[in-house]
């Protein structure tokens, strides 16, 4: 028996969430190696679409450049998806206004690579790529679900606020998490639970959150001065306790509170994962940023994100006796199915 259409547009989806996670972690890498100027011109690398054995900072510009082939790869995936969407349009369980906003994000997402590096890693605008790259991530996981036709239960349901509150205070964790790098504060605190031995060292918040600095400013190493690298990494330890509690928290309480074994599931992975993240950021510190070490951290918090879209999916199913295609007219040839 042939695959539905939708199912093979799921699969093309769970395709593009695979190399969507491997995008952001290339892209960590790019940063944690220091490359993200590895080519100073865009699309290209020197002019050329592979970087020549003789060009400045070759390692680097390599890395840069694998980074990019892997993102236009993506794009051509999401791109596909678009289309697929569009001729489809007409069948019952077939999404289009999700990929076409994964469409915009990614186009967004091209936009702000190039300002990356036109922009000489300008914190905010290296930061957004993040944040944009992991929303197309979440985009491809929940295009790549399918939607459940069940009723939740009086327990489930409650589960619902409680996991909202969970996906934005990792948003705001991994915007934490972002600010950090851009601004080179990762090793501003070398100690735990302390910070320069002390629990509350000389910090400077007022201008370790300037969002926007101006044009010409060359940011490659960082520009603040120690005191504000020190707020901003004192900040993400904080976010970390204040998100990894509530994270903790609601896969617990989905792992006790849930009917359906895949949801208690779910509840076990995040808890899971949260505890891996933790000890993936206490290594980090104690290790002096080692490069592999660092990257697993962003791998981790890109799992995270797959964990709680795949549980907003799963207390989001669709009502048994409701069919969003019910009022929708059959288009010609389809009566006869």
């Avoid at 972690?25 to 592979?50: I, M, S």
């Avoid at 509530?246 to 992975?269: C, D, P, Q």
């Amino acid at each position: 028996m042939r695959a539905p259409r939708i199912l093979w547009f799921r699969r093309l989806a769970l395709a593009g969430t695979g190399l969507a996670f491997c995008v952001v972690v290339l892209g960590a890498w790019v940063r944690l190696t220091d490359a993200g100027l590895g080519c100073p011109d865009w699309p290209g690398c020197y002019g050329h679409v592979f970087p020549a054995g003789n060009t400045h900072r070759f390692a680097q510009a390599v890395h840069e450049m694998v980074h990019r082939y892997f993102a236009s790869g993506l794009g051509l995936i999401i791109a596909g998806l678009l289309t697929w969407a569009l001729v489809n349009r007409r069948d019952r369980d077939q999404p289009v206004g999700a990929p076409a906003v994964l469409f915009g994000v990614v186009c967004l997402q091209g936009l702000l690579g190039m300002k990356t590096v036109t922009l000489k890693l300008e914190p905010l605008i290296v930061t957004a790529h993040l944040l944009g790259g992991l929303t197309t991530l979440a985009l491809l996981r929940w295009l790549s679900l399918a939607q459940e036709r069940l009723t939740l239960t009086a327990g489930e349901l409650k589960l619902r606020p409680f996991a909202l509150l969970g996906i934005a205070v990792l948003a705001l964790q991994i915007f934490l998490g972002g600010w950090t790098s851009t601004n080179y504060a990762a090793v501003a605190c070398p100690d735990l639970p302390t910070c320069q031995r002390s629990l509350w060292p000389r910090m400077d918040f007022k201008d370790a959150f300037v969002l926007w600095r101006g044009l010409g400013i060359d940011y490659e190493g960082g520009v603040l001065a120690h005191p504000a690298r020190v707020a901003i990494q004192v900040t993400h330890r904080i976010g970390a306790l204040v998100a990894g509690l509530t994270l903790l928290g609601l896969g617990a309480t989905t792992a006790m509170r849930a009917r359906r074994h895949r949801l208690k599931f779910i509840g076990v992975v995040l808890i899971m994962a949260v505890s891996a993240q933790i000890a993936l950021g206490v290594s980090t510190v104690h290790w002096g940023v080692p490069l592999s070490i660092a990257t697993m951290h962003n791998a981790g918090a890109a799992f995270l994100v797959l964990v709680m879209v795949t549980l907003l999916r799963a207390l989001w199913p669709l009502d048994p006796g409701h069919d969003p295609a019910a009022s929708r007219p059959e288009p010609h040839g389809n009566l006869a199915r």
